[in-house]
């Protein structure tokens, strides 16, 4: 079984500075993918940014880097010069990488809240 | 448009009543799921598609769900003599195949009364 957990229920931050959203992951499967996903108030989940687990460098996507370390089962959300519209819920999220399991098991989320 | 698309977004329903939710995915994506968020929570995955295949239904909380994707494109999410304890947003989520993300619709809104 999979497990994903995020420890922040929640985090306010200062306009433009870096934030790091926690995430821990738990599984006994060799091949897996992290992701991170975004939910604003309007309730549609956007993807953010994707790990697999042999890939050997942190995945970046514009503003938003995975700091990925194995060994510790970690996968935190790194946004960097954070902007009011980046106030959300985030969920990280895992999956295997097997046929005919593809399903996603989120964490609980971390809402953060930018403030002005 | 080109994103995944759920109808209706928001549902009201009597106690014992039937309701679909459907979900129509983006054009030639293989993999379609279906996922269930209580408030304030993650969401919980319900049940898989590859194409028409049903792969995984480990999900569903009760024989009242029932999930078809008959032509391998569509999807009707089926819930039976609902519940309060339904009540939830249905979220439905489409990839190219295993290798590439998840895309979610808007989601449906279901409240039972």
């Known amino acids: 079984a999979q497990k994903i957990t995020q420890t922040q229920p929640g985090m306010f931050v200062q306009e433009k500075e870096a934030v790091t959203l926690d995430c821990t992951y738990d599984?006994?499967?060799?091949?897996?993918?992290l992701f991170w996903y975004k939910q604003p108030s309007s309730g549609e989940m956007i993807f953010l940014i994707y790990q697999g687990s042999y890939d050997e460098q942190n995945a970046t996507e514009g503003r938003y880097s995975l700091n990925f370390q194995k060994a510790r089962k970690s996968a935190n959300l790194v946004i960097s010069a954070s902007q009011l519209g980046d106030s959300a819920l985030y969920f990280c999220?895992?999956?295997?990488?097997?046929?005919?399991?593809?399903?996603?098991?989120f964490g609980t989320g971390t809402r953060l809240t930018i403030i002005p | 448009g080109a994103g995944v698309s759920q109808s209706p977004r928001y549902k009201v329903a009597k106690r014992g009543q039937d309701v679909a939710l459907r979900c129509d995915p983006i054009s030639g994506h293989v993999s379609l799921f279906w996922y269930q968020q209580a408030l304030g929570q993650g969401p919980e995955f319900l049940t898989y598609f590859q194409n028409e295949a049903q792969l995984d239904k480990s999900g569903l909380p009760s024989d009242r769900f029932f999930a078809e994707r008959p032509e391998g494109s569509v999807s009707t999410l089926k819930i039976q003599r609902t519940q309060q304890e339904d009540s939830a947003v249905y979220l439905c989520?489409?990839?190219?195949?295993?290798?590439?993300?998840?895309?979610f619709g808007p989601g449906t809104r279901l409240t039972v009364l």
């Open positions: 989520a489409s990839s190219k195949d295993m290798y590439n993300e998840q895309f």
């Open positions: 599984t006994s499967d060799q091949s897996y993918g």
């Open positions: 999220a895992m999956r295997t990488i097997l046929f005919g399991n593809e399903k996603l098991t």
